[in-house]
């Protein structure tokens, strides 16, 4: 799984858009101040150490070492988020947890397999919550829908690179998430979503595209430099003004069961890790 986002770490933590403060401030909100809260393929921490100045602690996951060591550097002097490499696989290695939370990461699961997993191991009020990109408020995410995307699909081509892996990387192929957790038992969903506008330079955009896992400085290996050039050139010349506007929606996902699970067969967290 490291080669998957392999070198993307620090482009990752740079440049990948967080979710918000006020996304943030909803989610935790919802899982509560007291909560201790598993935060799956948690990246760099985007979610993870902002969370966790506002509940009891995050329990930070992810299969990548690269991954782990931004955020352990990023969350000096943020004590309630404690690291561990792992994945959807290891979940009952785990100590125990109020609730889940999963950004941009629930896609490269076996979905199905988590949530029946999940479901023997959240408390009767524990929740699954998924946050990541929405499109505009009542539209389905477009993956070409940005500005700059037409020439980031031309410089990709030149380079071999598979730039329709991104809404992979962004989204599951196949049954839509919250299609699966309305079969699922944590089929109770409440959906909000949250609009921002970002402004990127040409800096900002290059570095973002070398945080996918489809264009990594893994993927590209010795054609990194060269492929810099390419984009940055294209980019400038599709834009001299070097400036580039992205109405950005997130959405926050809340799924919880609609009949609690019978607490003789979960795991309560009541001690701290
Ligand atoms: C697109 S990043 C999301 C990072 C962060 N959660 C965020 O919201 O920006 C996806 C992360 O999921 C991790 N990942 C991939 N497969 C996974 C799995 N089976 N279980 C847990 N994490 C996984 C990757 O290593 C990567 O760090």
Same mark, same amino acid.
């Given at each position: 799984m490291e080669e998957l986002f392999g070198g993307a770490a620090p482009y990752y933590a740079r440049y990948r858009p967080g979710y918000g403060k006020a996304a943030i401030a909803f989610l935790a909100r919802t899982l509560g101040a007291d909560s201790q809260v598993l935060d799956l393929g948690c990246g760099p921490g985007t979610i993870a150490i902002p969370l966790a100045r506002r509940v009891r602690a995050v329990l930070a996951v992810d299969p990548a070492e690269e991954m782990l060591a931004e955020g352990r550097r990023l969350a000096a002097g943020v004590p309630a988020v404690r690291w561990l490499r792992g994945d959807s696989t290891t979940l009952r290695a785990l100590p125990p947890f109020d609730h889940v939370v999963m950004g941009r990461s629930f896609h490269w699961m076996d979905r199905a397999a988590v949530l029946a997993e999940l479901d023997e191991l959240l408390p009767p009020g524990g929740t699954v919550a998924l946050l990541g990109p929405a499109g505009r408020p009542g539209e389905p995410w477009q &993956?070409?829908?940005?500005?700059w995307q037409a020439i980031e699909r031309r410089v990709c081509a030149d380079f071999g690179l598979?730039?329709?892996a991104a809404a992979a990387s962004f989204h599951a192929t196949g049954e839509p998430h919250h299609d699966l957790l309305a079969a699922? &038992?944590?089929?109770r969903l409440e959906s909000r979503t949250f609009a921002r506008r970002l402004v990127w330079d040409v800096d900002g955009l290059v570095g973002l595209q070398l945080s996918y896992s489809y264009s990594s400085p893994a993927v590209l290996g010795d054609r990194l430099g060269a492929f810099v050039v390419a984009f940055r050139e294209a980019l400038l010349a599709g834009n001299p003004a070097g400036r580039w506007e992205q109405d950005l929606v997130t959405e926050v996902l809340i799924a919880g069961r609609t009949e609690p699970r019978p607490p003789a067969r979960t795991r309560r967290s009541s001690t701290s890790w």
């Open positions: &993956p070409d829908a940005q500005p598979d730039i329709d699922s &038992p944590f089929r």
